[in-house]
């Protein structure tokens, strides 16, 4: 199983700063790679696929880079909105399709 | 509008069962997987199950392989998880997830609560 994990557990951020979120795979998963935001109550919404490209509708301060085993987002300039909880996930072996245990996001 | 609707939840004893159902809308439905993915209130997202296009090769995470079975039907464009044996540790919020190789739509999901 590739175990997925992300640091750090909570991050808080002031509203307009740059973030980056790291998440680290057990073993090399190429660029297959989403991430993904849960607001509360909500269910997930996916950002990032192929580890960089933005799904549809997705706002341009949400980048996405990394390959192998070392990947990262970065949300260029924080927006309210955007506080919420980041889960990345592989999907290069399978099954199990893992999830990172996630990243969430407060306001300072 | 593409979206994906479960329904099913609830509370059930332990050793009990439930069936949970996902009706899709909006876009065409044989040419997706699916999957099943849970969560733990306050916790993380865990996959469950997945099922191929026409229903004929299906996987499980080990914690519920023998005891929960997922199967579609395309004439109605649903798909569901039948749960068998459910156990206290089963308690989440199912969703279920349309396959991209990624998960590109996903539910609101329904609650399942498992106990005594």
């Known amino acids: 199983e590739t175990v997925m994990t992300q640091s750090p557990a909570t991050l808080s951020v002031s509203p307009g700063e740059r973030v980056s979120l790291s998440c680290r795979a057990s073993?090399?998963?190429?660029?297959?790679l989403a991430w993904y935001q849960q607001r509360p109550g909500q269910a997930p919404r996916l950002l990032i696929y192929?580890?960089?490209t933005r799904a549809t509708g997705i706002p341009a301060r949400f980048s996405g880079s990394g390959s192998g085993t070392e990947f990262t987002l970065t949300i260029s300039s924080l927006q309210s909105e955007d506080f919420a909880v980041y889960y990345c996930?592989?999907?290069?072996?399978?099954?199990?399709?893992?999830f990172g245990q996630g990243t969430m996001l407060e306001i300072k | 509008e593409e979206q994906l609707e479960e329904s099913g939840g609830g509370l059930v004893q332990p050793g009990g069962s439930l069936r949970l159902s996902c009706a899709a809308s909006?876009?065409?439905?044989?040419?997706?997987?699916m999957h099943w993915v849970r969560q733990v209130p306050g916790k993380g997202l865990v996959w469950v199950s997945r099922i191929n296009n026409d229903g004929s090769d299906t996987s499980y995470a080990d914690s519920v392989k023998g005891r929960f079975s997922i199967s579609r039907d395309n004439d109605k464009n649903t798909v569901s998880l039948q749960m068998n044996s459910l156990r206290v540790e089963d308690t989440a919020i199912y969703f279920c997830?349309?396959?991209?190789?990624?998960?590109?739509?996903w539910g609101r999901g329904t609650l399942v609560t498992v106990s005594s």
């Open positions: 909006g876009f065409i439905f044989t040419n997706h997987w």
């Open positions: 996930q592989q999907y290069h072996k399978w099954p199990p399709f893992t």
């Open positions: 192929g580890a960089s």
């Open positions: 997830a349309r396959d991209y190789w990624y998960f590109d739509l």
């Open positions: 073993q090399s998963i190429s660029n297959n």
